[in-house]
């Protein structure tokens, strides 16, 4: 009795290309820092927050796509599983936020240490009138450990695992392509 294997053979993640994206996307992201630090934009701003964000996602999307497309048109031949593009994207962005994360210790640490008083006061100036005062002091002493190495690895792990899946989850459902089984 013959079986018909209909799938597709599974090939390895294609490291270099994972680790290029995510480089590429630690670069963008430390660049967006760069500048708005030397334009002084003001990121603790509800439009500064959305304009974070809103490049967070892109540079995220962005580099997520190219590095399942790669895995998916070059490497596994036209085909790649949800499961596997997610995992490509989750681990593209989380290269990227770790780099990204890497800097902002640089920056806070060696480059301008009083970057945190100025964001503490910028925090305070844009939220502290509609925070509870426990809220706003509990939030106050999370500026105040921002400069900490441990507090540092673990917001870029934390930061980029939940940030890699959101990304991972849409872009995967978008690029994941599966062989037709003929029956």
């Known amino acids: 009795m013959d079986n018909l294997d209909t799938t597709v053979p599974t090939k390895q993640l294609d490291w270099n290309n994972i ?17 708005s630090y030397l334009l002084n934009i003001n990121l603790m701003s509800f439009s500064g927050i959305a304009l974070l964000y809103g490049v967070m996602f892109t540079v995220g999307f962005i580099f997520a796509i190219i590095a399942i497309r790669y895995q998916r048109d070059k490497v596994d031949g036209g085909f790649i599983s949800y499961g596997k593009a997610l995992l490509i994207a989750l681990l593209t962005v ?31 100036e844009t939220w502290g009138q509609s925070m509870p005062p426990d809220a706003l002091d509990q939030a106050l002493e999370g500026f105040d450990k921002a400069g900490d190495l441990f507090t540092t690895l673990k917001s870029a792990l934390t930061g980029g695992l939940i940030y890699g899946l959101i990304v ?11 062989p037709e089984v003929k029956v």
């Not at 290029?20 to 660049?31: I, K, N, V």
């Not at 991972?168 to 599966?178: N, P």
Request: charged share 15%; glycine share 10%.
């Open 94 to 124: 989380f290269i990227g936020v770790f780099i990204s994360s890497i800097w902002n210790y640089v920056m806070v640490n060696f480059i301008d240490p009083e970057i945190l008083n100025v964001m503490k006061e910028e925090f305070i």
């Open 168 to 178: 991972g989850l849409i872009s995967a459902a978008f690029l994941k392509k599966q």
């Open 19 to 35: 680790l290029r994206q995510g480089g590429f996307a630690g670069l963008a992201l430390t660049g967006f820092s760069i500048i």
